[in-house]
């Protein structure tokens, strides 16, 4: 594959997961060019864990033909916590392979070119404003709704990164203080993870089957197993017209109207971004949202704000990552 764009504009991402690594060449506008895929050494050293990342990006520049020439420079999304303002990965979960590792600075010296490292929310949140559904926007709440929840702030175009490099952590606010600490591993009773993922899509719709409510078509969908019921069968009952799988999801509809009207009136950003695997699903309540919105939020003018789905969507974590690098060219809207 030829690629078309001077060199020194090209970007590479790179998303970090606990099973994988993907990387990808992205252009200055946005573009995806090439996508790789090896997988992560989590359970071993270091820099076994290292040499997983090294070779997703050896591989793009082989691709390409671009070992030795310039490049704009790698961005990573890695699982945190982590510093992004010093690329240090400081003890992620499910990385147990890194404790206080200087991933930027062993990428930087590896490759020759500016690296950052940040989480994939925020990263996925930039891309957004900058080359998404964002466009043309300042400020920017970014939600992405998978098997968590994570978020991210842009204000004026950047990545509001907080005193320490924690802020943005909006998935773990609690929005019903009387839930059960044991629905996310944060540990805060009642968090917005811990009500809206597709995990916790997933338990409720369980729990309503085992309290006696009709679940027919969930537990067909799961093989006949109430323990195997998952958020995608909720998701593909819902679109066959079952009841509990509607009212499980209008449920989540107005979790998240709770806590939209939460961001909405303190940040009042100028469009809400919601991503994540989960999105699709939602993306059918955010009329009901947007209606409901003004029952939940002290600003008159809170139903200005759109709701809108991300335009990456399994891309984010990398074209997020190449966000990361300065000098991107910005869409007009």
Sequence with gaps: ????????????????????????????NGVVLSRERVPMVATRDAMAG??????????????????????????????????????????????????????????QHRFGVATKVDNDANAAALAETIWGAGIGFQNVFYATLGTGVGTGIIFDQQIYHGRTGSAAEGGHMTIDYRGSRANCGCGKPGCVEGLCSGNSIARRARERVLAGANGARLVELAGGSVEQITGEHVGMAYQQGDTLATDVLRETADFLTIWFGNIVDLLEPDVIIVGGGVAELM???????????????INQRCQEIPIVKARYGNDAGIVGAAALIGDVIVQAR
């Design 1 to 28: 594959m030829s690629v078309n764009a001077n060199t020194h504009e090209l970007r590479i991402g790179v998303d970090i997961g606990g099973t994988k690594v993907a990387a990808g060449l992205i252009a200055p």
């Design 50 to 107: 290292f040499a997983a990342v090294e070779a997703a990006i050896q591989s793009v520049l082989e691709k390409h033909e671009l070992s030795g020439k310039p490049i704009a420079g790698i961005g990573v999304c890695s699982p945190g916590p982590l510093d992004p303002r010093t690329g240090v990965v400081i003890n992620p979960p499910n990385l147990p392979c890194w404790r206080n590792f200087p991933l930027a600075g062993k990428v």
């Design 283 to 297: 993306s059918s309540f955010f009329g009901h949202i947007r209606e409901e919105l003004p029952n939940w939020s």
